[in-house]
């Protein structure tokens, strides 16, 4: 054999043997020499029975003699090599016809072949080289600095068929069969390899919708590099057909990309949304090909930070374009992909198509400037007539004088109250408009003294309970002047809403009970009462949008089922809680907390 085939034989990496008919050795490979513990000038002319162990020679030569003499006959066997230390080893031994009238023995280690034809002047070793390597497992091509094809093994043929639907030929450019997507990349990998620079081996590649491991070397003559060695073998996924079904057939589109947010790969779902096919993205920039320039420097930052801070995922929307040139919004769940050793492999997206629902909240927004119109109507325009009814009520009701009867008054007193319960009903529903609405009115927080907020507010709320209901309302308050950053008006709401539910909720001659306290940075508010209490059943669902938790007072007083969803909404929005305790039939206990800002003692 020439030196480079040799040498080449050295980078394949198995143990290669040559004999001739008489089982004399002819060539030996650096790998067998290895494995023997033999120097190949040891080895050249020797006879190959004393490196077999005695019982397994004649079982050799058996196996040899069943050799059908037909071209690549391939026979496996195992026998144990006698090294130079006199060390059993055993080995696979795999034997092929590689022509049928010699008797030379091409001998692999891994794999071992026979041949039984005699070239009439010396061995023809480029075709013992092209039968070594057909007797290997991964797709093998042999390139110049060219990287045209020098050699190639029938794997490589059956493989990566070229694009012009031709079988490889001596002398094609390698990238007549990777594929235009994946140009740059090999071309990169090759360039390493030339100027003697480490290439991470091995690199997961796709080639037409298949995945491979790729290794690349140097073929080396004289220490110098003569041209490159590319080895390719396809990752078999048999023991993941059921992520790869999940993949194939996912509702969402998904990605793979490297660092460089170049597609290495894509599911048919993306293929559908985009539009073009695998060919067309594998390769391409994401940012470049895709992504709407109003996104782009948010999403080189976002895909940096994946790449370079192992953020776990991060979801968001994306305006890109497909192959007609539409733009649609889509809904992405991006994520960093690492090997178990903490080596980044590939980033991962998710993608929905969002355009239906970016649509319906369009539709959503603009019913929602329709209900918020609707709303203002009923604020301004209901809520005046109610109030000049309520007006005329107690007009009628003076000019009547002695003359009402008692029928009359609870006529009147009737629509009194069912004026009050309207404008009730409009002031929860312009608060819920407020509150889900924020930018339709001005948020206007002020710094607060609670002891002077809470003493204006309160003695209306202790003459209302007196009157209505002989309620006793009883309040402490704290030692310390605290300091609330609030919007007072939905505060008072807040309070309003404790409190007069708590005598809506008594009994007659029961008592209310209000407290304060400070516990660390909070206010902490509580209501008590010993009314009729929240059955379980109401209990989770009493903060909910018109609840059905909502129940008449005691004497029966209307109840709208929004008021304590938006207690809840407003103390939310000042970072703060609200919770209670209850028991049926003995009553409940209300407690708010709100962050303190400071307090006046703090400051002395």
């Not at 079982?59 to 230390?85: A, G, P, Y």
């Not at 704290?478 to 609030?486: A, R, S, Y």
Request: hydrophobic share 35%; charged share 25%; aromatic share 8%.
């Amino acid at each position: 054999m020439q030196k480079a085939e040799l040498e080449l034989c050295v980078t394949l990496n198995t143990s290669l043997l040559i004999v001739n008919k008489q089982g004399n050795i002819v060539e030996a490979n650096p790998a067998f020499c290895q494995l023997t513990q033999y120097t190949f000038h040891e080895l050249k002319g020797k006879n190959l029975s004393p490196l077999l162990y005695p019982k397994d020679t004649l079982r050799s030569i058996s196996t040899f003699r069943k050799l059908k003499f037909e071209k690549d006959q391939i026979l496996d066997w195992q026998l144990r090599i006698v090294r130079k230390d006199q060390s059993l080893l055993p080995v696979n031994v795999r034997s092929v016809l590689l022509e049928l009238e010699t008797q030379t023995i091409v001998a692999n280690f891994i794999e071992i072949r026979y041949s039984k034809r005699k070239p009439s002047v010396g061995l023809d070793s480029s075709l013992i080289m092209q039968k070594l390597l057909d007797t290997q497992p991964e797709q093998i091509a042999c390139l110049d600095k060219d990287f045209r094809l020098v050699a190639f093994n029938r794997n490589f043929a059956t493989e990566f068929p070229s694009i012009h639907g031709n079988a490889p030929k001596i002398q094609d450019s390698i990238f007549q069969y990777i594929g235009e997507a994946n140009h740059t990349r090999w071309i990169d990998y090759f360039h390493e390899v030339l100027t003697g620079k480490p290439v991470n081996q091995p690199e997961v590649v796709y080639c037409s919708s298949k995945k491979y491991k790729l290794n690349i070397e140097p073929i080396l003559t004289g220490g110098q590099v003569v041209g490159i060695l590319q080895k390719t073998q396809r990752v078999q996924e048999g023991k993941n057909l059921d992520c790869k079904y999940l993949y194939d057939t996912a509702p969402c589109g998904i990605l793979l990309l490297d660092r460089g947010n170049h597609i290495l790969h894509c599911n048919q779902k993306f293929i559908a949304l985009s539009g073009y096919s695998l060919e067309e993205l594998l390769g391409v920039k994401l940012h470049e090909q895709f992504i709407h320039p109003s996104y782009r420097n948010v999403h080189l930052d976002r895909v940096e930070k994946l790449n370079e801070l192992h953020i776990e995922s991060e979801q968001f929307e994306e305006k890109r374009k497909n192959k007609k040139g539409q733009y649609n919004y889509f809904g992405i769940l991006s994520k960093a992909v690492y090997s178990d050793e903490g080596k980044y492999l590939y980033r991962l997206e998710m993608i929905t198509n969002i355009n239906l629902e970016k649509r319906h909240t369009h539709q959503l927004i603009e019913l929602n400037k329709s209900k918020d119109e609707i709303l203002g109507v009923v604020a301004h325009d209901l809520r005046n007539p109610i109030s000049q009814i309520q007006g005329l009520m107690e007009v009628l009701r003076f000019e009547l004088g002695n003359a009402l009867t008692p029928e009359i008054v609870k006529i009147l007193n009737l629509v009194k109250q069912a004026g009050s319960n309207a404008n009730n009903i409009i002031n929860d529903l312009t608060a819920l408009n407020i509150i889900e609405n924020p930018q339709s009115s001005e948020e206007k927080i002020e710094t607060v003294r609670f002891k002077d907020f809470i003493r204006e507010l309160l003695p209306i709320y202790v003459s209302w309970a007196k009157n209505t209901k002989n309620i006793s309302l009883k309040y402490s308050l704290p030692p310390d002047q605290i300091i609330l950053k609030i919007n007072k008006k939905k505060i008072s709401r807040v309070l309003d809403n404790l409190i007069s539910n708590a005598i809506k909720y008594s009994f007659e001659g029961k008592s209310i009970i209000l407290t304060t306290q400070r516990k660390d940075d909070q206010l902490i508010i509580s209501v008590k009462d010993e009314g009729m209490g929240i059955p379980g059943a109401l209990q989770p669902i009493l903060f909910d949008k018109f609840t059905k938790a909502g129940r008449p007072g005691t004497k029966g007083e209307h109840s709208t089922g929004l008021g304590m969803f938006i207690s809840k909404k407003i103390i939310e929005a000042h970072q703060g809680r609200i919770w209670f305790e209850s028991e049926e039939h003995k009553g409940t206990v209300f407690h708010v907390s709100l962050p303190i800002k400071y307090s006046m003692k703090s400051l002395l």
